[in-house]
């Protein structure tokens, strides 16, 4: 669904696509998102795939860190990795080349796979936030509901949902021919009609975005209130000043573990809500060269996610940096090195004064 706006050049550029008719025999012209936006996409790639083989690596060898959340946390690292390997570099290729050279069959699995990622991202992010509202709440009752058990079956779950939701898209994906300085190779979306096309688009755009945001809102918004009530003091001082420092310190865990989730959630939500919104506007009829090109932005925003995700784990997760350090000693060993820095700062000062 993603993958046709930007190899469709046709419909989504407007006047200048008009120009193809008169210079007919040329060849497309090269224009700088040929090479930027697939050296762009490399990079998210990169950065995407050792960050989150990392952040699965860290949870699965320390026992410690096989926690509800982190169970969360390694779901959605797997829809990076299946996301970006399955899905970036064929998009990627479209903008250096006018037509999918992949076959049907690649088109259908590419769209597919990117609409099921997408979909499993949102409903993980969305049960991240349930999670996170029911141990603030009810903390007592969390402890006999929420396990990993638990956390592993609604994964697996959120899936199988995922899994059976994007089929329309696998169904309705093929090559179709079209014109950009010759003729060429499309992959698209084909519905029996405009309106069931129509009605697809603005369900994927309340699956994967509006109804998270709505769901991610309450949840947090019902959190802060409930945070914010009083609670009944007891009699007795000293039990009442045991009781305070234990509540700050629990309040405390749970405010670092409320922060990075909102964190990643508010990240999703501007990555994927430019292309999303740019969707919904080109199925009902807005097509220009501008929105062609907000689109490639867009495209840039929501990868981007894959990668931003592990960053956010290892500097806002204090037990993610812990174990970091565990399963990596020799990338902080420097900083425990007496004068390490000082050091490193000579030899920089050395080499920039030409010494």
Known sequence: MILESAANHGPDCGPVCNESTALEGRGPPVLADAWLVPTFFGLIMLVGLVGNSLVIHVVTKHQQMKTVTNLYIVNLASTDILFLVCCVPFTATLYPLPSWIFGEFMCRL???????????????????????????????????????????????????????????????????PGYWFGPQTYCSEVFPSARLQKAFIIYSFLAVYLLPLLTITACYAFMLKRIGQASVNPIDSSYQVRERH??????????????????????????????????????????????????????????????????????????????????????????????????????????????
């Open 110 to 176: 590419v769209n597919y796979l990117q609409q099921v990622t997408a979909q499993a991202t949102c409903i993980t992010l969305s049960a991240m936030s349930v999670d996170r509202c029911y141990v603030t709440v009810y903390p007592l009752q969390s402890l006999r509901h929420r396990t990993p058990r638990m956390a592993l079956a609604i994964s697996v779950s959120i899936w199988i949902g995922s899994l059976l939701l994007s089929t329309p898209v696998a169904v309705y994906q093929r090559l179709e």
């Open 246 to 355: 234990g509540a700050e310190r629990a309040a405390a865990v749970r405010a670092r573990v409320s922060r990075m989730v909102v964190v990643m959630v508010a990240l999703f939500l501007i990555c994927w809500g430019p292309i999303q919104v740019c969707i919904l506007l080109q199925a009902f009829g807005l097509r220009s060269y501008v929105l062609y090109k907000l689109k490639i932005w867009g495209h840039c925003m929501s990868y981007s996610n894959s990668s931003i995700n592990p960053l956010v784990y290892a500097f806002m997760g204090n037990n993610f940096r812990k174990a970091f350090k565990h399963a990596f000693p020799a990338m902080f060993l420097w900083k425990r090195l007496p004068n390490a820095r000082g050091f490193l700062a000579v030899i920089i000062s050395s080499v920039s004064t030409g010494c």
